[in-house]
């Protein structure tokens, strides 16, 4: 048996030429597989403009990116409502102190108990910023982990090689697409 030599796609109409279509839109089930299949044997930039060219496959990562950065917005939005809540409550604490310490009968060392409060207080108020920090930290982590997935499963599943011969590809004839 004749092992044939598998030709690389260059062009857009290569594909639809080897796939025996018009247009990428509404292709039919088998003829994605096919599409799929193809993927490995075509130019990457060939690969990319086909696949923007499945409005099911774009649309649904930009719509779980988009419903997934809605979410972590309103999660960073609640966080920070109870962020400076948080703040608010510490801050309150050292005007409280502050106020106590303009108290002229105070000793010594009712003045040193309260500066120690003080600073504990703000120690507090540093540690809850810290805290928010490392919270965007993982809610940009967790983003940014989550549009790689989505778009790497995406193109996983466009780009996964059917199993089977060659010989189950749509081939198309010498051309000037092809090499």
């Known amino acids: 048996m004749e092992k044939k030599i598998r030709k690389k796609y260059y ?9 025996q279509i018009d247009s990428f839109r509404n292709l039919s089930k088998e003829k994605v597989m096919e599409f799929t299949s193809m993927i490995p044997y075509m130019e990457k930039e ?3 403009e086909v696949i923007k060219q499945f409005p099911i496959y774009v649309d649904f990562a930009k719509t779980v990116i988009e419903h997934y950065t809605q979410i972590c917005e309103t999660i960073l939005a609640t966080n920070k409502e109870e962020y400076e809540k948080a703040v608010d409550a510490h801050q309150f604490v050292l005007e409280s102190f ?3 310490l303009e108290n002229e009968n105070l000793t010594a060392e009712e003045r040193a108990n309260l500066s120690d409060k003080m600073i504990a207080e703000a120690e507090k108020i540093t540690e809850l910023y810290l805290q928010q920090q490392k919270f965007h930290e993982r809610i940009i982590k967790t983003i940014g982990g989550v549009v790689t997935v989505t778009l790497g499963v995406t193109l996983t599943l466009l780009g996964l090689k059917v199993i089977g ?5 749509p081939q198309i004839g010498n051309d000037e697409n092809v090499a």
């Open 46 to 48: 060939v690969a990319m």
């Open 165 to 169: 011969s060659d010989d189950d590809l």
């Open 98 to 100: 502050s106020k106590q």
């Open 11 to 19: 062009s857009e109409e290569a594909v639809k030429k080897a796939l």
